[in-house]
């Protein structure tokens, strides 16, 4: 294993990692990892490793092993997270690895983790592979148990589970058992024991690991394909949404478009990633293609996908502004990627706010349903206004209304403007709205 914590070293320093988080389950695969992390932080000494452990309640020796987990971190000096969670056996291995990924990924943004790694050796990538191959999986799903797969790192996918165990006992490591992977009514633990019982033949794993990396291939073609050609779809971007030109239809199936916008998260958000099941896509792709303007679904707990004219939005969440208070006319008052700030009036401009109102209680919001807004020969609605300028539904949660102090909209920066019957321009400021950098 030498070699592997010269690898892991190598892998952290040339990106930059300093502070990971390792998914530990007290089985022999997971302690021999922080072994060979642990051998890792000897020659990285800015290295910092914390682990994650979750005891499902599941199997007779749950609790001795939430206790190893805490004796290791005390005996090392390890941070550790620890989830309790009571599990029934309905669905267990789906339920169980969503449950875990996702407290995984909550930690990574609290704490600022660099990579998540986990203990998935060349055993765990074989069962994986003949699963996909009984469920006649597509190419995609062939590829199988990915080593690197956007935060997660898994170092020791191609060693064996003979090659883990020889090294702990080697090292003495002690590690508990998990009864329940004898327990072959889940689908993993009986392809694991008809592999121990040698009912594959060798030519069989070696066509899987070929259809393996004809996949892996093909998959980073495609990464290559839309590195080079996604700037032709995308109309806008920032680290909160992408914007692209649903004339990406007419390049990619429905596949392609799968893979497109797992490359557009992955390489636009920070520690993002989809993980979209085939049915779920499926309901997906029939609103891209055929679903109205301004629908919109959720790719995952995180992203939003919405519909809009000529146009698909993909989004993470931002925090809500509350309303900001105008109280000075030489301010300049920041709302989200908008920038407001007055001067003296113009003939010419199209955004009057009277003095007196800014320095009684004006202030800056979002839009609401049923907001209006007073004009010259009639009163109208600001969704009708952001409709006739082409404000994406988007956008529009995040553009900046002003309001006088008891509530009324009396401007929508460069669309609309109270009308005033008694109009002074000595007694008005011009209101200017520029974009910049999105907080």
């Not at 682990?51 to 001795?64: E, M, P, V, W």
């Not at 009571?86 to 291995?93: A, I, V």
């Not at 997660?152 to 090292?171: G, S």
């Not at 919405?306 to 989004?315: D, M, P, Y």
Request: aromatic fraction near 12%; include cysteine.
């Amino acid at each position: 294993m030498k070699s592997k914590v010269n690898e892991i070293f190598k892998y952290f320093l040339d990106n930059k990692i300093k502070n990971v988080l390792l998914s530990i389950s007290s089985g022999v695969d997971s302690l021999v990892l922080l072994h060979v992390l642990l051998r890792t932080r000897e020659i990285n000494n800015k290295l910092n490793i914390s682990l994650f452990h979750t005891n499902y309640n599941f199997h007779n020796k749950s609790n001795d092993a939430e206790l190893l987990c805490r004796q290791i971190s005390s005996k090392f000096n390890l941070k550790l997270h620890l989830l309790n969670k009571k599990l029934n056996n309905k669905n267990f291995e789906h339920n169980a690895r969503k449950i875990r990924y996702n407290e995984i990924f909550r930690l990574v943004k609290e704490y600022n983790y660099d990579k998540v790694l986990t203990a998935h050796n060349y055993n765990d990538q074989l069962e994986t592979l003949i699963m996909k191959d009984n469920d006649n999986a597509n190419w995609i799903s062939r590829i199988g148990i990915r080593k690197k797969n956007h935060l997660l790192y898994r170092p020791i996918l191609d060693i064996n589970k003979k090659q883990i165990y020889n090294y702990a006992k080697k090292n003495n490591l002690i590690w508990i058992e998990d009864s329940t992977n004898k327990d072959i009514s889940f689908t993993r633990n009986k392809i694991r024991y008809l592999i121990s019982k040698n009912r594959y033949k060798k030519i069989y794993y070696n066509n899987l690991i070929k259809l393996k990396n004809k996949s892996d291939v093909k998959y980073f073609d495609y990464l290559n394909k839309f590195k080079k050609n996604s700037k032709d779809f995308i109309l806008r971007k920032s680290k909160y949404f992408i914007e692209i030109n649903l004339n990406f239809l007419d390049f990619f199936s429905s596949l392609e478009t799968k893979l497109f916008f797992n490359y557009l998260v992955s390489s636009s958000f920070k520690d993002e990633a989809l993980k979209i099941t085939d049915s779920h896509w499926f309901n997906i792709y029939e609103i891209i293609k055929n679903g109205r303007n301004g629908i919109s679904i959720n790719l995952s707990n995180r992203i939003l996908l919405q519909k809009e004219r000529g146009s698909i939005i993909i989004s993470i969440p931002r925090t809500l502004n509350n309303k900001i208070l105008i109280n000075d006319e030489n301010e300049t008052y920041n709302w989200y990627d908008s920038h407001i700030s007055f001067k003296s009036f113009e003939n010419n401009d199209m955004n009057i706010v009277p003095i007196n109102l800014i320095k009684n209680g004006s202030y800056i919001s979002h839009w609401k349903k049923g907001d209006k807004i007073r004009l010259k020969n009639s009163t109208k609605k600001i969704s009708d206004i952001f409709i006739n300028n082409k404000i994406s539904n988007y956008d529009k949660l995040y553009y900046p209304v002003i309001r006088g102090n008891k509530g009324n909209v009396i401007c929508v920066p460069n669309l609309a403007t109270m009308y005033y019957s008694k109009f002074n321009k000595s007694k008005c400021l011009s209101l200017i709205m520029k974009k910049g950098d999105l907080k």
